[in-house]
């Protein structure tokens, strides 16, 4: 069933080449405190750290130090401050990042050790700062960094992780060059996996936003608390779902779920078995109990198909008694606790180019830089970062509903599929949905050729959700829709996701502009788009914008599957649909 439009047809992301040691390597002036390479810093309070190392003509750095939502700022004015100069020191200051992290200080509960690399040339000025490799090709130096970095590897496993990337398109052109610049980014990395190599500076930010989620979930442990009835002996097994509408009947057939063997006599499970789901507590977890309930502790869970959090709206338990299964109505999903946030250690080098030959990417590559820091520190500042507050839709008094609703669902098409992006129970005539924090790439697009103003050409954008309700048994039976009424204009109201802050005004080129205007101020998340049909004129007026209209008043409606569902059909941000 399709539903609605996309805002423009996809466009293949960049990809980007990065380096990971948690090392960040900047070419730039710095203050004279913080340039003293022999001043690597470091803590014991356990916690994320960073060092910053940039170079050009000269490296230099800001020590390694705790980073938190406290210290962010230091960081970032560090990276504001850089500015570029003549000539690549590279492998230099991926060397220097690893003295760094070798002389520091550092907690004992250390997880991860990451150097994050970034440039968009071959090195031409090592051998000048290290006299070491002044008679040896600059080759030698580059092998040399990689030897170092499998040495960290040898002594610390696989928490150690080194990541370049690399941008060409301004000295980097032929096939040939490109070759040679991957051997290079080859000396950076831990592995081919983490070389990454783009085509446009717009591609370092995504990497470094992926990077550095990726580093934070490893360092920041969710535990989730279960609280269940204290069943009788009588029931063998509980089994937690996680792919089923709340209050589903049949928990059979799940293909989400944790299951294991019931023991009242020390509340605990055993033999668990994990199902779509992966867990760090292994096949014995042992519950807390009073007389009536009992809770369950479970470490890092995580959905295996793609790595989120679970839905309280999909959770439920069942319990085995007599070969029987059964849902246990007793089982409150809105209690389960899943605020318990435990840090490890990281130390991360960024280690950033700040050569003349970035040019106007310059600035960019500082604003990449910033949202990596601004993840890290306390994962936000982009997609996939830690937290798991979303955007709640809270639809009250729903008109010409219906007794058979159970679920609400909203909706979002890929370019393959439609796909239930989160979902929530129909109560009292309304439902509550808590949509994403963020959306993955797989959701996104940015085709803006046909626009004729949009403040930024790389953003990119959702299609609008649609909310669709189903009954018993997960039967489709119809739509929900937000609309306001006047009387010379209607308004439909709709919710899209961006990825950043930008803006899109003006008529469209492709469509008459004496009757569509758009003024979209969109920022980055989630945001309410507001469709008006105005007929004060001859010719009806169509304009979307993300500011409400005064003097109206916003209800929910219900539309069964058989009736024309006229609202649905409207909003649109493509051309010719």
Same mark, same amino acid.
């Given at each position: 069933?399709?539903?609605? &439009?996309?805002?423009?047809? @996809? ?12 090392? $960040? ?74 003295? =760094? ?26 051998? #000048? ?10 080759? /030698? ?26 941008? %060409? ?25 983490? $070389? ?44 937690? %779902? ?45 519950? $807390?109990?009073?007389?009536?309930? $009992? ?19 999909? %959770? ?5 008694? &007599? ?18 946030? /435990? ?33 890290? @520190? ?10 798991? !507050? ?11 509903? &219906? ?13 393959? &599929? ?36 949009? @403040? ?11 909310? !669709? ?39 469209? #080129? ?15 998340? =989630? ?15 169509? !304009? ?11 209800? =929910? ?21």
């Amino acid at each position: 069933m399709k539903v609605h &439009s996309s805002f423009y047809s @996809s466009k293949r992301c960049m990809h980007l080449l990065f380096l990971i040691a948690i090392l $960040v390597i900047l070419p730039i002036s710095c203050k004279k405190d913080d340039e003293k390479k022999n001043n690597s810093g470091g803590g014991t309070k356990s916690g994320t750290y960073m060092g910053i190392i940039g170079f050009n003509n000269d490296v230099f750095g800001k020590k390694i130090g705790i980073l938190n939502p406290t210290t962010k700022q230091s960081y970032k004015s560090f990276i504001d401050g850089m500015v570029m100069q003549n000539n690549t020191a590279l492998y230099h200051a991926v060397f220097t990042a690893i003295n =760094w992290l070798e002389a520091a200080t550092l907690p004992a509960d250390l997880e991860n050790i990451a150097i994050v690399t970034f440039t968009d040339g071959r090195d031409n000025n090592s051998q #000048n700062l290290n006299k070491d490799y002044d008679d040896k090709p600059i080759d /030698e130096y580059g092998k040399d960094v990689k030897k170092r970095i499998d040495k960290l590897s040898d002594k610390f496993g696989d928490k150690v992780k080194a990541y370049s990337i690399g941008l %060409t398109g301004k000295e980097i052109y032929t096939p040939e060059e490109k070759e040679e610049f991957k051997t290079v980014l080859n000396y950076l990395a831990d592995n081919e996996d983490n $070389v990454i190599m783009v085509d446009f500076i717009e591609g370092v930010k995504e990497e470094f936003q992926r990077i550095a989620n990726s580093i934070y979930k490893e360092t920041n442990f969710q535990t989730i608390k279960f609280e269940a009835p204290r069943r009788a002996v009588e029931v063998s097994k509980y089994r937690f %779902t996680f792919d089923l509408e709340r209050d589903f009947p049949n928990g059979t057939i799940s293909n989400c779920y944790i299951e294991g063997d019931w023991n009242r006599s020390n509340n605990s499970l055993t033999n668990v078995k994990y199902m779509g789901v992966s867990c760090d507590n292994g096949e014995t977890v042992q519950g $807390v109990a009073t007389d009536t309930k $009992v809770t369950f502790s479970f470490r890092n869970l995580k959905i295996d198909s793609n790595e989120s959090e679970i839905d309280k709206n999909k %959770t439920n338990l069942y319990t085995l008694k &007599s070969s029987n299964w059964s849902l246990d109505s007793e089982f409150k999903p809105d209690n389960i606790d899943d605020k318990d946030i /435990e840090q490890r250690s990281a130390v991360i080098m960024l280690v950033l180019d700040c050569s003349s030959s970035l040019g106007n990417d310059f600035s960019s590559m500082q604003s990449a830089a910033n949202s990596f820091i601004d993840i890290l @520190s306390s994962g936000s500042g982009g997609g996939g970062g830690g937290g798991n !507050t979303g955007f709640v839709i809270d639809a009250k008094n729903v008109l010409d509903g &219906s007794s058979s609703i159970k679920t609400a669902k909203a909706n979002l098409f890929t370019n393959f &599929s439609e796909d239930v992006i989160a979902s929530g129970e129909y109560l009292n005539g309304g439902f509550k949905i808590t949509l994403p924090r963020t959306l993955s790439n797989d959701y996104l697009q940015n085709d803006w050729k046909n626009w004729m103003s949009v @403040s930024d050409r790389y953003a990119k954008i959702s299609q609008e959700v649609s909310f !669709t309700a189903h009954a018993l048994y997960d039967e489709h039976i119809g739509y929900f829709s937000c609309e306001g009424y006047a009387n010379d204009y209607e308004v439909y109201l709709y919710y899209v996701y961006a990825d950043r802050n930008f803006n899109v005004k003006g008529e469209p #080129n492709w469509i008459d502009p004496d009757l569509y205007t758009y003024d979209l101020s969109l920022q980055k998340g =989630w945001n309410a788009v507001y469709y008006i049909h105005d007929y004060r004129n001859e010719d009806v007026k169509y !304009t979307k914008t993300t500011q409400k209209p005064s003097n109206i008043t916003m209800k =929910w409606y219900f539309s069964e599957n058989d009736k024309n569902n006229y609202k649905m059909k409207n909003l649109s941000f493509r051309k010719g649909q």
